[in-house]
């Protein structure tokens, strides 16, 4: 089995195993765009959802989506960074932009704030039954610790206002010992995802 095959299934065991609160997607950096194609390929198929991208612009992330024939039509991608790093590309409808990485703390109210935006085509959150961010990890160049507890803590309250909602975050937990730290004093669902990663025996 190569390695994404392997990725899909572990992530697929995952979402399983766990169909509702906090989830940690533990991925070796390198994977994190396949890892995020993969999760938004297992939820995306029969859910309305929400991707907060932290990892590339929005541009990038919806190319490889589409390249994978993952339906984007009833996905939100809420881009962290293209102002910072990119112009917009206009032709992603589905995108709402902050203005930028930095204070990543006020994101939960940007997610919020798109339950009142209904006619540009945007999904209304209540109709969302998950959100994932791409790389956790990546926050950190621009925002402190608390502030980025206060960004997973604010989107956990949205993902406790309907049911059947999932957050899943993404975070390379050998490369992130401190933010791994602190997610896992807030969810004990945690899940290493294996694929790419050499056997324990070949560890030093």
Not at 54 to 83: F, N
Not at 109 to 119: D, K, L, P, Q
Request: proline share 4%; glycine share 4%.
């Amino acid at each position: 089995m190569d390695v994404t095959s392997t990725l899909r299934e572990e992530i697929a065991q995952a979402l399983k195993l766990w169909p509702t609160g906090i989830i940690i997607l533990d991925v070796k950096g390198v994977l994190m765009l396949r890892a995020t194609i993969e999760t938004a390929r297992l939820l995306a198929a029969n859910e309305r959802g929400i991707i907060i991208t932290i990892d590339r612009p929005h541009q990038y992330l919806m190319q490889a989506l589409k390249a994978q024939e993952i339906p984007t039509s009833h996905l939100v991608v809420l881009d962290v960074i293209a102002r910072y790093s990119a112009d917009i590309n206009e032709e992603c409808r589905v995108c709402s932009v902050m203005d930028g990485p930095f204070n990543i703390d006020r994101a939960p109210e940007a997610v919020r704030a798109m339950s009142i935006v209904e006619n540009s085509g945007t999904i209304d959150i209540a109709s969302c039954s998950f959100i994932l961010v791409d790389n956790m990890g990546a926050l950190l160049p621009y925002n402190n610790l608390p502030k980025v507890e206060s960004f997973v803590k604010g989107l956990a309250v949205l993902t406790k206002s309907g049911q059947q909602r999932r957050l899943v975050l993404m975070v390379d937990g050998e490369r992130q010992l401190l933010l791994m730290e602190m997610l896992r004093s807030i969810t004990a669902q945690r899940a290493t995802m294996n694929a790419g990663r050499p056997p324990a025996s070949e560890k030093r």
